[in-house]
């Protein structure tokens, strides 16, 4: 996991900075804001098969609930991995990054299953992303949860997400128009998209997650990579220190009315309650067959029965 690997590799992340590096995206220029409906704007620069940023699932939701009121987030696509043709440095081919997913697992204590990169390797990350661009177009809360669920479908099934069979399921499962979602994909999401790759190269984007906070009057916070839920809270606080942290129901039922899926990371962070013990409570609720658990050999996520997003 040596530093010259990662440069080589986007997809070799370094989980010590808790970032996915891309190459060659040094331009920088002043960040122009305006129009921000709510207190703070969070711009969250992002990529479908970005293991750091599957990594910082648990913060985003609960900053969510918890600064749902006083921030508005903006996803961006950032083209982690346009093919495999510049790589080098003994990172060739995609089989490379299977054991490396499975480290990160571990140290992100968030269900990842390297062996889609032995099984179905995806050849680039830019489909995922157009059809996120696309969905995007549609409904901006049906987006992110195809995203979300694009996501559990290449780091927990090991399904190659770049084919289209495996997008229309998940636009199916959040009610998304597949039809208007194909014709969209197929056209205008792919400008969307290259807008995006645009503007993370403007606001000096080196690798994913990368996200800004930033206020109406050009004042601007920077969370580079995955970190602890208080580092994403202190830059909601530094830019509107007025922002009330709102009180949400931390029960099982409400957690998995708002986010119908679950890991036990994720559920030990919104619930305030010790991962162990979390993961005993969940299991136990399959035992009550309220939800349904999915195991992986690094982990587990858990999706409450009977309901659709």
């Not at 986007?10 to 709510?38: F, H, R, S, W, Y």
């Not at 680039?124 to 559990?152: G, T, V, W």
């Not at 009180?247 to 036990?264: G, I, M, P, R, V």
């Amino acid at each position: 996991m040596a530093n010259e690997t990662s440069k080589n590799n986007p997809l070799m992340c370094n989980p010590v900075d808790g970032i996915c590096e891309i190459l060659d995206n040094t331009t920088k220029t002043e960040i122009a804001v305006q129009n921000i409906k709510k207190s703070v704007k969070v711009v969250y620069f992002t990529d479908p098969i970005c293991s750091s940023c599957w990594g910082i699932e648990p913060q985003l939701r609960k900053l969510k609930l918890e600064y749902g009121n006083s921030i508005e987030i903006e996803y961006r696509m950032g083209g982690l991995l346009p093919d495999w043709s510049y790589n080098s440095g003994g990172i060739s081919k995609p089989s490379d990054v299977a054991h490396h997913w499975d480290e990160v697992s571990v140290y992100y204590d968030m269900p990842i299953d390297g062996d889609v990169w032995l099984e179905d390797p995806l050849s680039s990350s830019y489909p995922p992303s157009i059809a996120f661009k696309a969905a995007q177009i549609q409904s901006e809360e049906k987006a992110i949860s195809f995203l979300r669920e694009i996501r559990e479908m290449v780091f927990l099934k090991k399904k190659n997400i770049t084919k289209w069979e495996h997008l229309e399921t998940a636009a199916k499962k959040v009610g998304l128009n597949v039809k208007q979602l194909k014709t969209d994909f197929d056209g205008k999401a792919k400008t969307l998209f290259e807008e995006d790759l645009k503007l993370a190269k403007s606001y000096g984007v080196r690798g994913f997650p990368t996200i800004f906070f930033l206020d109406n009057f050009g004042n601007k916070e920077i969370v580079y990579g995955s970190k602890p839920y208080p580092f994403y809270e202190t830059s909601v606080l530094k830019l509107y220190p007025e922002a009330t942290k709102s009180e949400y129901s931390k029960n099982w039922e409400t957690l998995f009315s708002k986010y119908h899926s679950l890991t036990a990371k994720e559920f030990s962070e919104l619930s305030g309650t010790p991962k162990s013990e979390s993961e005993k409570q969940l299991n136990d609720l399959v035992t009550k067959e309220h939800l349904e658990k999915l195991m992986t050999k690094n982990g587990a996520i858990w999706t409450i029965k009977n309901t659709s997003r």
